[in-house]
C-alpha cells in the first residue's frame, strides 16, 4: 500500500540488518514489578502460553502493565489522512494545531511535544527464514505506551511513544485535565510514535545523531516532522521500497530541531537507513544503523564514540551468528544496552519484532527476563 544541543537531550540507537531485518530500540532504568492481570473485558487481557510468553491484548483503555509501561488500542479513523490532505507540518507545533483543531473540539492544547531520542537496532533472519527486527530506545526513565492502531484506511500496527515527550511541558488547568482522559492521551501518541512494525512487515524506527545540523527540507512538497513521518510509514508502506518512496514525497522537519536518521527494515529482507545531508534523502543498504551518519561524503562517521562501540558489537555478534533466533536478538539487545556504558540514560524498552508473523516482544527497562508479547492482528 502506498499511499543547541545539550548533552542529556540526545538519545542514541544502533541498528544492524541481514538480508531480513530485526529492529531493537531500548531507554533506561531497570523494573521487577509484575505484570498486572486484568478481569475487565476493558482491558488488556494477558496470559501465558508455552513458551512462557506474556501475551498482551490492547483495548481501548490505557492499561498499566508496569510502573512507566502501559498499553491501548485504536480502532477507527484518527484523522491521518486528513492531516497528510491539508499539507502536513513542518513543526511540532503545528501537529498540535491539527489535532486541536480537528480533533480535539478546539482544545488549546500548547505545546505538547518535549525532546527526542537515542537508540540502536538490529536485523538479521532466523534459522527459520522468519525476519527479525531489533531496537533499544535509550533515555531517562520515561512513561513508555505501546499504541496498536487499526486505521479504516491503513495498515494495522504497533508502535511506542515516550509519553514524557508529550506531557513534560504541560501543567495544569484544561490541557492537564484533558491528558488525564484515555482519548486524548491515545490520540496524542498515535501522531508521536519512535518506531513500530505494521501488519504488512515493515519496521521503522528513529535513532538521533549528535550533530548540530537540522533536517528543514523546503520544496513546495507537503511538510512532515519526525514522528509523523513514523506514522505515515506504518499506515501507508508495505515495503522499503514503498517507504522510501513515500519519503520522497514529503519535506521532513526534524522534531526539536534536532538530527536524526531511520533505520526501515520489511519481512522480504531489506534494510535501509534513510539519512538527510544538506537537506538532500541518502539511503545506504546496512545491517547495523547506530547514532552516526553511514551514508559516503563529507558527514560520514559523524556521531558519539560509543555508537561506534556499540555499532561494532553487533556487527560482531552479526558476523559469528549470521542467523539469530528471537532470543539471539535479545541478547544481542542487551550487550548494547545502556547498563553496559555507565551513562546517564538507560534502555527504556528493547523490542524484538517478528516481521514475518507480526509478532512484538518487548523487554522494560532492561530486565530481559521478563517480556510483554503483542501479536499484531488485521
Not at 79 to 94: R, V
Not at 185 to 203: F, I, Q, R, V
Not at 217 to 224: G, H, L, Y
Not at 243 to 257: K, V
Amino acid at each position: 500500500m502506498n499511499s543547541s544541543y545539550t548533552p542529556k537531550s540526545w538519545i542514541f540507537c544502533v541498528s544492524f540488518f541481514l538480508s531480513i531485518a530485526i529492529l531493537l530500540t531500548g531507554c533506561s532504568g531497570r523494573s521487577e514489578d509484575p505484570m498486572k492481570d486484568s478481569e475487565n473485558s476493558s482491558t488488556a487481557q494477558i496470559i501465558s502460553d508455552t513458551e512462557e510468553l506474556n501475551l498482551v491484548s490492547p483495548t481501548s483503555e490505557i492499561v498499566e502493565l508496569e510502573d512507566g509501561f502501559s498499553t491501548v488500542r485504536y480502532d477507527g479513523d484518527y484523522g491521518f489522512d486528513g492531516f497528510l490532505a491539508q499539507g502536513g507540518a513542518s513543526s511540532d507545533g503545528e501537529v498540535i494545531e491539527y489535532l486541536a483543531s480537528n480533533l480535539l473540539s478546539d482544545l488549546n492544547l500548547g505545546d505538547l511535544l518535549g525532546g527526542l531520542f537515542g537508540c540502536s537496532t538490529i536485523a538479521v533472519q532466523s534459522p527459520e527464514g522468519n525476519a527479525l527486527f531489533g531496537r533499544n530506545f535509550d533515555w531517562e526513565n520515561c512513561a513508555a505506551m505501546v499504541v496498536e492502531s487499526h486505521p479504516e484506511n491503513g495498515y494495522a500496527s504497533l508502535s511506542t511513544v515516550n509519553m514524557d515527550f508529550i506531557t513534560q511541558n504541560v501543567g495544569g488547568g484544561m490541557v492537564g485535565m484533558a491528558l488525564n482522559m484515555d482519548a486524548v492521551k491515545t490520540l496524542a501518541a498515535l501522531y508521536a510514535p519512535l518506531d513500530g512494525m505494521n501488519e504488512a512487515g515493515l519496521a521503522v524506527s528513529v535513532n538521533m545523531i549528535q550533530d548540530r545540523s537540522t533536517i528543514e527540507q523546503d520544496t513546495d512538497k507537503p511538510d512532515i516532522t519526525t514522528t509523523t513521518a513514523i506514522r505515515l510509514l506504518l499506515d501507508h508502506a508495505g515495503s522499503v521500497d514503498e517507504a522510501l518512496e513515500l519519503l520522497e514525497q514529503y519535506d521532513l522537519h526534524g522534531s526539536m530541531g534536532m538530527m536524526i536518521h531511520f533505520a526501515i527494515a520489511d519481512s522480504a529482507g531489506r534494510s535501509v537507513a534513510v539519512e538527510y545531508v544538506n537537506q538532500e534523502m541518502a539511503v545506504t543498504e546496512t545491517p547495523v544503523l547506530t547514532n552516526f551518519y553511514l551514508a559516503e561524503g563529507e558527514k560520514q562517521g559523524i556521531g558519539t564514540q560509543q555508537s561506534h562501540e556499540r555499532y561494532d558489537i553487533l556487527l560482531d555478534q552479526l558476523e559469528e551468528t549470521p542467523r539469530m533466533g528471537m532470543e539471539d536478538v535479545r541478547d544481542a539487545l542487551d550487550s548494547v544496552s545502556k547498563d553496559n556504558f555507565g551513562e546517564f540514560e538507560s534502555t527504556e524498552w528493547s523490542i524484538v519484532m517478528n516481521l514475518s508473523d507480526g509478532e512484538a516482544r518487548y523487554y522494560h527497562r532492561e530486565n530481559y527476563s521478563q517480556n510483554y508479547t503483542f501479536r499484531l492482528e488485521a
